[in-house]
């Protein structure tokens, strides 16, 4: 009972391929969204499964991360709030590999940046000329972790002016969480710069980065959890942001950094240029450049190896940092939304339109179609309204739900042409099979019923009931029948004909229903076939004589006409169906083959067969004759050979 609706629900499921297609699609929707929830669970630690379940879900979820950095690629570059300043510390910074004793002499300050680590005192410097100039928040991303190389009173100065100004400064700190809060580290500016401070976490911004995918940074937090202090720390950028006056909300979870660009989306002064006066009266214009502003250090030196993959490329963290700080001054925010829907529905409107799509090869159509249309989408959605919806997601489930439809549907019918061809093959020559087979169209439709002019064969033993009344052995005559049987065959393939159907001893053969030459092509073949039956029909005779077995003979009776192609028979069965022809030409054919025995002649043609052949055949005419079951007569016309040339 099961199996039998499961059967028949199969079948018209079939039948509807647009119904179909979309539960393909509804499929991988499922499949490929669930491989990511499973992930999520797993690392989240709600689930406890083993880690390599998560692996398939780790890569769809790396690949859709990596789909973020096309849609910054396709927005490009932006500028970045002019508020922001970047001091970099680069080459050009350590003043020993660019300044001479000359420089030194006129600008001693420059002595401070002659090698790395910078004195202490050189940082106190830059931070009184910074406050001085009218700077509203300086973010420093160096962590003083270690006491300095030139004495703990080179610690004490900076401390002091650290304190001076603590409520204009950021120092970065960096935290590496463990299992729990005994493994996890928080590396802070040493004692001393702590010291004689009221509150030192106040001017302490976490400054580690988020690595989402492949080593590449594109998210971030507002704040961080250390489990070390009695508070939670802002990260770097969130605490500058707030310190000039910004926005800053509470955001237990990561979010997407909406990246400006790289060093050329702001504006970006070597450190050194503090301390030469010609750069500073002039380009620095005595500092005020620097009024009001936000000022990021950092380095952007390779040797400092403080770079890192983002979706701009690798740039330096200091320009990272002022990507972030931006986000909480002017830039939109992104909003990541998880849009299942975009998933699974790509996946069912994929399906649904490849329904529409008869041919494999055609379906590449939408297939593609679907697949700029979600690109168009996500990158509308990302440069308009800011939103980040996913993008290699419903691209795979609408590239696995086309590959899966076009390879069951190729396999499908390639299945169904092979069934058709061992099918046609059963009553066509290969080669008219294969020929059908190239034009599958025109047949399918012939099947379903349409009205050709065809030329219609009949060829009957004579006697042939007399003699199997008589045989002794029936096995020897079915042998016998089956012999005869297979050269009529080729005789009929050899010109090609279609063999309809054995009627007992009696073969019926139609030409232009399958495919068709032209009507006079048509009845020339069937005449040559009538022939070709006569000259195999006497070999043989000839042989069966020798053999000592009966020796036959038979009458065939040719007709032109319009007849009605198509498969008949039992609807509620399709085995009960049969590909055949019905008309009156077809019983006049059968009438004709009739009366070759009344006429003592083996092959009969009819006047309309004449007419289209009469220029080819040697045929004398029996007249006009009245045929069984017809009131009208119809001419005939005993078919002897070719005419000769």
């Excluded at 297609?21 to 929830?37: E, P, Q, S």
């Excluded at 019918?413 to 169209?441: C, H």
Aim: hydrophobic residues 45%; aromatic residues 10%; proline residues 4%.
């Amino acid at each position: 009972m099961l199996k039998s609706a499961l059967k028949k629900a199969a079948h018209w499921l079939v039948l509807r391929p647009w119904l179909f297609f979309a539960l393909i699609g509804l499929f991988w929707g499922l499949a490929i969204g669930g491989l990511v929830f499973v992930k999520n669970k797993i690392a989240k630690n709600e689930w406890n499964l083993p880690d390599f379940v998560s692996i398939p879900g780790d890569i769809v979820a790396d690949f859709e991360n990596q789909s973020i950095d096309w849609r910054f690629a396709w927005r490009g570059k932006e500028p970045g709030p002019k508020e922001i300043i970047v001091l970099q510390i680069g080459s050009s910074s350590l003043t020993g590999t660019i300044c001479n004793e000359a420089d030194f002499k006129t600008d001693p300050d420059l002595k401070f940046l002659e090698k790395w680590p910078y004195p202490r005192k050189a940082w106190a410097k830059i931070i009184e000329k910074l406050c001085a100039s009218g700077a509203k928040v300086i973010g420093i991303d160096v962590i003083f972790a270690t006491p300095s190389n030139f004495g703990v009173e080179d610690d004490i100065a900076c401390r002091d002016t650290i304190k001076i100004h603590e409520n204009s400064l950021v120092l970065a700190a960096t935290y590496k969480p463990g299992a729990d809060d005994a493994g996890s580290e928080l590396l802070l500016p040493n004692e001393t710069l702590q010291g004689g401070l009221d509150d030192f976490k106040d001017m302490i911004g976490i400054a580690n980065f988020d690595y989402t995918s492949g080593g590449t940074i594109r998210h971030t937090f507002s704040e961080i959890v250390t489990g070390q202090t009695q508070t939670d720390l802002y990260t770097f950028a969130s605490l500058i942001a707030k310190k000039a006056g910004h926005q800053v909300p509470t955001r237990p979870e990561a979010f997407l950094i909406n990246f400006a660009g790289g060093p050329e989306s702001y504006k970006v002064i070597d450190l050194y240029k503090l301390f030469y006066s010609k750069t500073w009266n002039d380009e620095l214009q005595k500092g005020k450049v620097f009024e009001n502003k936000i000022v990021l250090i950092g380095a952007s030196a390779s040797a400092f190896q403080d770079f890192h993959n983002t979706p701009f490329g690798v740039m330096p963290g200091i320009i990272i940092h002022a990507n972030v700080v931006s986000n909480y001054i002017d830039r939109p925010r992104l909003i990541d939304l998880d849009s299942w829907w975009l998933v699974i529905g790509s996946g069912v409107v994929q399906g649904l339109l490849l329904g529409f799509f008869r041919r494999p090869l055609s379906k590449l159509i939408p297939a593609v179609l679907v697949l700029v249309g979600i690109a168009l989408l996500a990158k509308y959605l990302f440069i308009h309204s800011h939103l980040v919806v996913p993008l290699f997601m419903p691209w795979l489930v609408a590239s696995m739900t086309s590959a899966s439809v076009i390879l069951w549907q190729g396999t499908s019918e390639f299945l169904g042409r092979q069934k058709t061809r061992k099918t046609l093959e059963t009553y066509v020559s290969p080669n008219v099979a294969a020929y059908i087979l190239q034009n599958q169209d025109a047949y399918l439709a012939a099947r379903a019923g349409v009205r050709k002019p065809c030329t219609i064969l009949f060829s009957d033993i004579r006697g042939f009931t007399t003699l199997t009344e008589n045989s002794p052995d029936e096995t020897k005559l079915v042998e016998h029948l089956n012999e005869y049987l297979t050269e009529m065959v080729h005789c009929v393939f050899e010109y090609g004909g279609t063999l309809h159907k054995f009627i007992g001893d009696a073969v019926m053969a139609v030409w232009g229903d399958t495919h068709s030459d032209g009507s006079k092509a048509d009845a020339l073949a069937a005449v040559m076939s009538a022939l070709a039956m006569r000259r195999k029909l006497a070999r043989l005779n000839e042989k069966w004589a020798g053999e000592g077995r009966n020796q036959l003979k038979i009458g065939i009776g040719l007709n032109h006409g319009t007849v009605v192609v198509g498969d008949i028979g039992s609807l509620e069965s399709p085995q009960r169906l049969e590909y055949t022809v019905i008309g009156d030409a077809v019983n006049i054919a059968s009438r004709v083959e009739s009366e070759t025995k009344a006429q003592g002649v083996d092959i009969l043609i009819s006047k309309s067969v004449h007419d289209l052949v009469r220029d080819d055949v040697d045929a004398e005419s029996r007249g006009a004759i009245t045929l069984k079951g017809k009131a009208e007569k119809v001419e005939l016309f005993h078919l002897k050979g070719l005419r000769t040339r």
